[in-house]
């Protein structure tokens, strides 16, 4: 089942169970799929890699949004962006841990010979490539320039 069927498919269940919260994450969801699917004024197949580009672009809006809220004190605000995230991140695939993006970019540097910053860009567009939807792109370069500030 790809990802159109399966937020369609939840959003069904959510009309029945009366989950408005999640029902209004998923057609936010349901909606930039459609922008994406049509945009250029054709209609496309979404690919699994464009479904994810999707997804993990709307948790970080939500996230950055979040973050506002929360510095201006308006935690109401904050709460939703929140619960949206928290209903977004099931369909990404599975999040690695530190320990495993820290061996995974050793390896990827390692490979390529980077020994200092002016490595960085090469070294990311491995390591976005391999990590996509496993890991957020801020991440990966964090974890990049402090491993490649070691060497």
């Not at 999640?22 to 979404?46: N, Y």
């Not at 979040?66 to 599975?94: S, T």
Request: cysteine-free.
């Amino acid at each position: 089942m790809n990802l159109t069927q399966q937020i369609n498919n939840d959003i069904k269940q959510s009309i029945k169970l009366k989950e408005k919260d999640k029902l209004q994450a998923l057609r936010a969801i349901k909606a930039q799929i459609l922008l994406v699917k049509t945009e250029g004024g054709k209609s496309t197949e979404l690919s699994e890699e464009k479904g994810v580009a999707i997804l993990q672009k709307m948790v970080k809006q939500r996230k950055e949004s979040a973050e506002l809220y929360k510095q201006q004190g308006r935690n109401d605000l904050y709460e939703i962006e929140i619960a949206e995230v928290n209903f977004i991140m099931p369909y990404l695939p599975e999040q690695i841990s530190d320990n495993e993006l820290d061996n995974i970019i050793s390896v990827i540097i390692s490979s390529q010979n980077a020994t200092s910053m002016k490595d960085m860009g090469r070294v990311m567009g491995m390591a976005s490539k391999k990590l996509q939807g496993k890991a957020d792109g801020k991440t990966i370069a964090i974890k990049v320039k402090a491993l490649l500030n070691k060497n």
